[in-house]
């Protein structure tokens, strides 16, 4: 069992910045692959970004150049660097990790997720 909890989540200006932050507990997350997804008002939840283990990294074209996502795991710590935020970004960001290599851009592959964290980019 991993428990997941996000924060940093807030309201910020477009074009401002966020870091937020996914803390894994119980069993060790390294082994884990970990994501971030996102899900707007009325919209279904959608993949933003992946990380592998081994250090290798996914974006959603919506976020690439502007979004990053990093792991501690001497913190058991996934976190999501989020620059020049638009209102379009606006959404509850979850992490999740998943015990899948493969297909990680799908929320169904993944076995647990956190309690999500609210991000607000007013237009």
């Known amino acids: 069992q991993v428990q997941l909890v996000e924060s940093g989540g807030g309201l910020v200006q477009a074009g401002g910045s966020l870091r937020l932050s996914c803390a894994a507990s119980?069993?060790?997350?390294?082994?884990?692959?970990m994501g971030w997804f996102r899900q707007a008002p009325g919209k279904e939840r959608e993949f933003v970004a992946v990380?592998?283990?081994?250090?290798?990294?996914y974006y959603a074209d919506s976020v690439k150049g502007r979004f990053t996502i990093s792991r501690d795991s001497a913190k058991n710590t996934v976190y999501l660097q989020m620059n020049s935020l638009k209102p379009e970004d606006t959404a509850v960001y979850y992490c999740?990790?998943?015990?899948?290599?493969?297909?990680?851009?799908?929320?169904?592959?993944?076995?647990?997720w956190g309690q999500g964290t609210q991000v607000t980019v007013p237009s």
């Open positions: 999740a990790a998943s015990n899948n290599r493969m297909m990680v851009t799908t929320e169904r592959r993944y076995d647990y």
């Open positions: 119980g069993r060790t997350f390294s082994s884990y692959v």
């Open positions: 990380s592998w283990s081994g250090g290798n990294t």
